[in-house]
């Protein structure tokens, strides 16, 4: 229901992905090598493209999205 729920929000824009995925970038679990969030086991490049995505560690958060 929720992977269902967030590709079907639609996209958010170029810009916000960016940021969200930078985050992702920076932190400790991520797996670079395969692109993979450790806790939840998405694929961060298209888990950050949707609008109802959200990061187990909440770090997608507007406070720190704005950081970025």
């Not at 992702?24 to 998405?42: A, P, V, Y």
Request: with cysteine; charged share 35%.
């Amino acid at each position: 229901k929720e992977t269902y729920d967030a590709v079907t929000s639609g996209f958010v824009e170029k810009e916000r992905q960016a940021k969200r995925y930078t985050i992702c970038e920076g932190c400790e679990d991520f797996r670079s090598s395969i692109k993979q969030c450790k806790i939840c086991s998405c694929f961060m490049p298209a888990k950050t493209l949707f609008n109802k995505s959200k990061c187990p560690k909440d770090y997608w958060n507007k406070e720190k999205i704005n950081d970025y």
